[in-house]
Every structure is written in C-alpha cells, then in structure tokens.
C-alpha cells in the first residue's frame, strides 16, 4: 500500500511537465524554426526572444522566497504554480500572427514578442520553482534520486509525444494549422498541472521560519558570495545547462543546412534525443530505488555522455557522414537524462530546511541563466559565422559543437569541487546572517 500512495503521489507530481514539454517544444522546435526558416527572421532575433525569458530567472529567488513567506489560505506551493501556468499558457496563442509582420522587419511586432515572452518567463519562474520546492517538500533525501528520474521521465516522454504530435499534425508550415496547435496551449497545461498538484501539499499556517524579508536579488549575490560551495553548485549548473542546451536552437537548423533534411525528418531530432533521455532516466531510477548512489558521481557520468554525444554531432555534420548522426544525438540525450536526475536530486539535498524556496530559486536560477545564455549564443554564432561571415555550415557547426563538449567538460571539473556536507555546514550560518544581509540591502 505504501508502494502505491508513492508511485501515485510520483505520477502526480510528475504531471505538470506535460504540459511545461509542450509549451518547451513548441518555442525551440516548432516556432525558432518556422520563423528562420518560413519567415527569413534573423536568427539572432528569434533566438534572444526565445531565451529571453530565461533571463528573467532571478525572479525565481524572488519566488521562491515568496513561496516561503507568503501562503495564500495556508498554501506555500500550489497558488504559484497554478498562476503560473495559467499565465505562461496564455502567452502562446498571440505568438502566431506576429510571425508574417516580423519578416517585414515590424518594430512593434518584434517589441510585443518580446513583451510576451517576458511575460511567459515571469509565470514560467513562478511554477517552475514553485513545483520543484513542493517535490523537495514531500518527498525525502533517499526518494529524491527515484523521484525525480520519474518526474523527468515523464518530461522526455512528453516532449517526444508533444514533437510526433506537432509533426504529424503539422508536417509542413500552415498558418491555420500552427494557431490551431498554439491555441491548444491553455487547455492542455492547466489540464495537467491541476490533475497533478492539487491536494498534495499540506495547508499551513505560518512562513517558513528562515525565509527573512529584504532584497531577494542582494541575497542572491551574498549568499554566493560567503558560500564557496554555493558558488561553485551555481557555476557548475550555469556551465553544464549552457553545454547542453547550445544545440537546442540550432540543431534542426543543423539538419536542414548541412544535411538538407525536410521539417519532418528534423523534427525527429527530438525523439531520437528523448529516446535516449528516457533509457538513462529509467536506468537512474532503477539503480536509485534499489541502493544508495551517489548523485555527484551519476550528474558527471551524464555529462561525460553529453560531451561524447556533442563531439559526435561535431563530426558527423564535419565529415558529413549521416549514420554518425542519430547515434550521436542519442548518446547526447542519454547523457542529458542521467545528468538531469543527478543533477536536479543533488539540486533539492542543497536546499536547507526552512529555505527551500529561496535556495531553489538560485539554483533554477543557475539553470535558466544558462539556458537562455545557451539560446543567445547560439543564434549568434549561427549569424556571425554562417549569415556574416559566410563560413560554410559544416566547419561553422563543429566550432559551436565542439565548444560546448568542452563546456561541460569544465562544468564537470567544477562540481567535483562541490561538497553536499560542507555546504549545509555553511548554509546554517548564512540563514543566520540574512536579516543582517537583508537589512544592508534595504
């Protein structure tokens, strides 16, 4: 009976990233490349707009700590990532017509796709933290490691469903077609996030008992600051997002100029790469629910995947061999699965009771920074090296592959710096200098 109640509670949690893969899959596979591609927008445009919201990640410590301290009737978690959803939905059925006036280099179409995908990344902020502080709440240190390869698992299946789905419902660009689809948004993502969190976490009556008020922002930087292992966590997940998700804008767009392949043939990058994710998610999941593992030892064995599966690509798009190419996107995604569950349950054992909000904050902070990071230095590079420089795409993509196996190699030098113990160590005493803190950023 205990067995169930965990794999239902699981399952439950689990649910709201249907529909965060549907909302994902439709900005990096569906509308980066219907826009460059379709439409002719620069890709330096489309990719800062589609990763623009991840600079607005900072709001997640803001969220976090407001998870913390404000309750609404009693409820530290679920009011924010029920308004969040909310929002972040209805962003995407206005994203459609604003795609013809951006070819026509439309001022006030590119500002309100901006202004949209703000709005999008300051509710994405909200659920985003806010659900992961309620999986850290309910569940303990021993679960994490299952849980989360669950949680994740749910999330490649859905992206893999979500990319079959846009591709068969929309094999080539048709403008009726893609709002139908974007339309779908709202229904789908509340959908699930109400069939997964509601009544799963416990009403209180009181704050969280560290969570201080002040600047959130200025806490951030203190924080890291006094705690060098707070500091190397953060840099170690800025560095190994940015490795990973470098491809995420360009790599259909490395189908189609290198190799010629058509939408569809692209849009199976993602369930090849999911594909993988799901087999390292299930592996960890096993391994986890069966004995102790370390996290830091399984965050850096994905990595290690992640950088071969990177130099794969490289080379493959380099020699032009495309049987080097599936298998190299595989062995990419089987790393990503196992870094993510590794990487997400050492990111939950580094959140201090009393505090969980504001120290998931920072560390999805960490991670949005550097995807969005990722999603500008690639559209970028894409633009100096193949659209002004007029490198071919060959060479051009083997730089871009090549520096990001390297990243993560760096990422991986620095988290072996990283100690669990020490940093809870650490932590007790920068909960007890934040009011002082706080009171000096005022």
Request: aromatic share 8%; hydrophobic share 55%; net charge positive.
């Amino acid at each position: 009976m205990k067995f169930l109640r965990t794999a239902l509670l699981t399952l439950r949690l689990a649910l709201p990233k249907i529909g965060v893969a549907y909302m994902s899959v439709l900005l990096t596979s569906n509308l980066n490349r219907i826009a460059i591609r379709e439409f002719a927008v620069p890709a330096l445009i489309i990719t800062i707009m589609i990763g623009l919201h991840n600079f607005i990640s900072p709001l997640q410590v803001f969220w976090g700590r407001a998870s913390d301290r404000h309750p609404l009737r009693g409820y530290h978690r679920t009011p924010y990532i029920l308004g969040g959803a909310f929002v972040a939905s209805l962003a995407f059925p206005l994203l459609p017509p604003l795609l013809a006036p951006m070819r026509n280099h439309s001022v006030p179409a590119i500002m309100a796709g901006f202004a949209v995908l703000i709005v999008y990344g300051i509710a994405l902020a909200a659920m985003g933290d806010s659900h992961h502080t309620l999986i850290a709440d309910v569940t303990n240190e021993r679960q994490r490691g299952s849980v989360m390869a669950a949680v994740w698992f749910v999330m490649i299946i859905s992206i893999i469903a979500s990319a079959i789905f846009l591709a068969v419902n929309m094999p080539t660009y048709d403008a009726a077609t893609m709002q139908h689809l974007y339309n779908l948004t709202p229904f789908l993502v509340l959908l699930t996030t109400l069939a997964g969190i509601l009544g799963i976490e416990h009403r209180s009556s009181s704050p969280r008992v560290a969570a201080q008020s002040g600047n959130v922002f200025a806490l951030t930087a203190n924080v890291l600051r006094i705690n060098t292992d707070a500091r190397r966590f953060f840099g170690f997940m800025f560095l190994a997002i940015c490795a990973i998700f470098v491809q995420d804008s360009i790599l259909e767009l490395f189908g189609a100029e290198v190799f010629k392949l058509d939408v569809g043939a692209t849009s199976r990058f993602t369930s090849t790469w999911g594909a993988g994710a799901l087999l390292g998610m299930v592996v960890v999941g096993v391994v986890s629910g069966a004995r102790a593992t370390s996290k830091s030892k399984v965050a850096t064995l994905g990595g290690i995947l992640v950088a071969i599966g990177l130099a794969g690509i490289a080379v493959s798009g380099f020699l032009g061999v495309l049987l080097l190419l599936t298998p190299s996107i595989f062995v990419m995604g089987l790393g990503a699965g196992i870094f993510n569950v590794g990487a997400l349950a050492l990111m939950m054992d580094m959140t201090p009771s009393g505090a969980r909000g504001t120290y998931m904050g920072i560390w999805g902070m960490a991670q949005a920074l550097g995807t969005g990071v990722a999603a500008i230095v690639s559209g970028a590079l894409h633009t100096v090296l193949i659209e002004q420089l007029g490198l071919a795409p060959a060479p051009s993509y083997l730089l871009i592959f090549s520096g990001e196996a390297m990243l993560m190699v760096g990422a991986i030098v620095l988290l072996r710096e990283v100690s669990v113990q020490r940093f809870i160590g650490a932590t007790s005493m920068d909960l007890r200098e934040l009011p002082v803190l706080d009171g000096l950023a005022a």
